[in-house]
Nanobody, 122 residues
Framework: QVQLVESGGGSVQAGGSLRLSCATS????????MGWYRQAPGKQRELVAV???????NYGDSVKGRFTISRDNAKNTVFLQMNNLKPDDTAVYYC????????????????WGQGTQVTVSS
């Protein structure tokens, strides 16, 4: 079984920074896309940032220029550096691994982490 474990969440004042990490466990052959989504109370889950194996990234409009996503393909780990945080960034942040192949010819699945809380105070 593949598991994703997020870390690095917490509370910070507006303008501050946090770095989220997402580590994977289990047998994994490849992961196509890794990324971060977030969900604030009363709102739908939304894209924060994703990165594919080649390093191509895509960001949600509200975080462009402030957040940076990166990944370590060898360790199947993804990071999210969050700078100039705003109160509107307050949410539970979820790690996602999409297109996970556990063997060369195995099925492709998606996995989610349990989430880590990020709280930004004004």
């Amino acid at each position: 079984q593949v598991q994703l474990v997020e870390s690095g969440g917490g509370s910070v004042q507006a303008g501050g920074s946090l770095r989220l990490s997402c580590a994977t466990s289990g047998v994994i052959f490849t992961i196509s896309v890794m990324g971060w989504y977030r969900q604030a109370p009363g709102k739908q889950r939304e894209l924060v940032a994703v990165v594919d194996r080649g390093g191509t990234t895509n960001y949600g409009d509200s975080v462009k220029g402030r957040f940076t996503i990166s990944r370590d393909n060898a360790k199947n780990t993804v990071f999210l550096q969050m700078n100039n945080l705003k109160p509107d960034d307050t949410a539970v942040y979820y790690c996602n691994a999409a297109g996970v192949r556990r063997t060369v010819v195995g099925s492709v699945d998606d996995y989610w982490g349990q989430g880590t809380q990020v709280t930004v105070s004004s």
